[in-house]
């Protein structure tokens, strides 16, 4: 498959209400949000969408309101499929290509893991073949899924027995298999990188994309990183990847999930509480944050 994740995609927020219910009237605000500070690709239903707390029923519905609001809009629509239930996510996976979505991604499954690269491509198999038009991306996040094998062997494995195989949305720290995996089949298949505090790193290796839940509230910050890499000016980029380091290490001192809604918050783009098994913060932990971002210059930085 041809279709690339290329510049900055963000991993959205699943917006929910007050009482932790889907409140889908918010995805038209988010993509305003994104569009303006020019994001023009969205990773919906994934890890930041909190996709397991979400019911199949809600995840259908989330995937068709973005369809909705990005319809004639110049944005592009990568839907997360993947679930512990394969049925569930062949499903999804169809309801995407009906969309017409751009493509798809999913995680392997992560109760009943797969034993082996093998049956792990069998997995991702059966879902793309729900969507037989639609560019298909394993998403690669063994710290979440606890299933870590070898992406570049993967790749090689799931060449003949994917056919929409685009690539894998790569949110793995570990650089050398990321450096291997874009080699493979001399370059064929696209790795958007997935881990924000190390976009740079990444860059230098090859990289020509990222998919990230900081860039939902802090683009700007990643565009010049993007743009002084591009020239060459290296000494800027550090500066621009050092304020990553230090805005994403202040949310994970609060609880990332929760404390990156609250930034979405301060920048009137309300996508309201976590659901849980994430905790939510108080209103003077808000405060707190609110401080502690006005203290590292968080606010200037996407203003600049």
Same mark, same amino acid.
């Given at each position: 498959m041809s279709f690339k994740l290329h510049g900055l995609v963000a991993a959205t927020h699943t917006p929910f209400d007050g009482a932790g219910q889907l409140q889908l009237a918010a995805v038209?605000?988010?993509?305003?949000?994104?569009?303006?500070? +020019?994001?023009?690709?969205?990773?919906?239903?994934?890890?930041?969408?909190?996709?397991?707390?979400?019911?199949?029923?809600?995840?259908?519905?989330?995937?068709?309101?973005?369809?909705?609001?990005?319809? +004639?809009?110049?944005m592009r629509l990568v839907v997360h499929v993947g679930s512990n239930c394969l049925s569930d996510a062949r499903a999804l996976a169809a309801q995407a290509a009906e969309l017409n979505a751009d493509a798809i991604a999913a995680l392997a499954p992560s109760y009943f893991k797969p034993k082996s690269i093998e049956v792990l491509v069998a997995c991702c198999a059966e879902i793309a073949s729900a969507a037989k038009?639609?560019?298909?991306?394993?998403?690669?996040?063994?710290?979440?899924?606890?299933?870590?094998?070898?992406?570049?062997?993967?790749?090689?494995?799931?060449?003949?027995?994917?056919?929409?195989l685009a690539g894998i949305k790569f949110t793995n720290a570990d650089l050398m298999a990321y450096q291997s995996c874009l080699q493979v089949s001399g370059g064929r298949y696209d790795?958007?990188?997935?881990?924000? #505090?190390?976009?740079?790193?990444?860059?230098?290796?090859?990289?020509v994309g990222g998919v990230g839940s900081s860039?939902?509230?802090?683009?700007?910050?990643?565009?010049?990183?993007?743009?002084a890499f591009e020239r060459g000016d290296v000494a800027s980029a550090?500066?621009?990847?050092?304020?990553?380091?230090?805005?994403?290490?202040?949310?994970?001192?609060?609880?990332?999930?929760?404390?990156a809604k609250a930034v979405m918050g301060f920048l009137s783009v309300d996508?309201?509480?976590?659901?849980?098994?994430?905790?939510?913060?108080?209103?003077?932990?808000?405060?707190?944050?609110? #401080?502690?971002?006005?203290?590292? +210059?968080?606010? #200037?930085w996407i203003e600049g």
């Open positions: 038209e605000r988010q993509a305003e949000h994104l569009l303006r500070n +020019g994001v023009k690709t969205v990773f919906i239903g994934g890890s930041t969408g909190e996709s397991h707390s979400l019911t199949f029923d809600e995840r259908r519905a989330l995937a068709q309101r973005w369809s909705e609001v990005l319809r +004639g809009v110049h038009q639609t560019p298909f991306y394993f998403y690669d996040i063994p710290v979440l899924t606890g299933v870590n094998f070898s992406m570049p062997e993967f790749l090689r494995q799931a060449a003949d027995r994917i056919p929409t790795i958007p990188w997935g881990v924000d #505090e190390y976009l740079l790193a990444a860059l230098a290796l090859g990289a860039y939902n509230f802090a683009a700007p910050i990643y565009h010049r990183l993007l743009a550090r500066v621009e990847q050092f304020r990553s380091v230090q805005l994403i290490e202040l949310l994970a001192g609060y609880g990332y999930m929760a404390a996508v309201g509480p976590a659901r849980s098994p994430n905790v939510n913060l108080s209103r003077e932990q808000k405060g707190s944050l609110r #401080e502690d971002l006005n203290r590292i +210059g968080f606010f #200037e």
